[in-house]
């Protein structure tokens, strides 16, 4: 009965999602930190649009998805996802920033694109072996 | 040991399945919750009617984009009714 319960609710918290909604965030992320190497306001516009289409997009597919009100994000599930986006993207952009090195921008966007796959595909992967 | 925190309502299958969900979410709609369930919706409104006659559950009926949709969440009173029978169940796991 509880791991029913436990089922239940990490089906309603971790839905399934598909490839596109990765590839969308892997190149939405990219694009965000490419353009910390441009300079005037196409760096500004670029980072305000992108970051909105990255919330809009995790509203869509899973926090406000059809069917549901506000779902509550899975904390344990989400943890390894904001330790792999915080080591790829967290530490080149702080170093970009700290040392004025605008290169390792183009670091944390390889970085942010590769772990969003790479994790995407592990998400995908658990969620089809539990469903 | 478990007194006060078990709760027959809740304990059926398919009720404990629709709280697990409501639990995670603010609200679900019925034909979410059919499609989760894959039970009848005459069955799935009988299970919903029983929470909101126990004051678990309230439904509420919305129209969006013209259609009608019957949204369901909990009741303060049903979260903390489902979190006590939970830690009820647990309590009887560890005891066995």
Redesign the interface.
């Known amino acids: 009965?509880?791991d029913?319960?436990?089922?239940?609710?990490q089906?309603?918290?971790n839905p399934p999602l598909p490839w596109r909604y990765f590839v969308a965030m892997a190149a939405l992320l990219a694009a965000v930190c490419a353009a910390q190497v441009l300079e005037g306001s196409a760096s500004l516009v670029i980072t305000i649009l992108g970051l909105l289409l990255i919330v809009a997009l995790g509203v869509r597919y899973v926090f406000y998805r059809?069917?549901?009100?506000?779902?509550?994000p899975d904390g344990p599930s989400v943890f390894p996802y904001l330790v792999a986006g915080f080591i790829t993207v967290g530490v080149p952009a702080v170093l970009a920033v700290g040392f004025a090195m605008d290169w390792l921008w183009l670091v944390a966007a390889v970085g942010a694109a590769s772990a969003t796959l790479v994790m995407g595909g592990k998400y995908r992967k658990a969620i089809r072996s539990r469903d | 040991m478990t007194d006060g925190l078990f709760d027959e309502l809740l304990h059926a299958p398919q009720r404990l399945r629709i709280s697990a969900i409501l639990d995670t979410a603010s609200y679900v709609e019925f034909g979410e919750l059919q499609n989760r369930l894959g039970i009848s919706k005459s069955a799935l409104s009988k299970h919903l009617s029983q929470l909101e006659e126990g004051g678990y559950v309230q439904n509420l009926r919305v129209t969006v984009a013209g259609r009608s949709r019957l949204r369901t969440s909990f009741t303060g009173r049903g979260r903390e009714k489902y979190r006590a029978h939970k830690e009820a169940l647990r309590k009887i796991l560890q005891t066995d």
């Open positions: 009965m509880l029913m319960t436990e089922g239940e609710s089906r309603t918290a059809s069917g549901y009100g506000a779902v509550w």
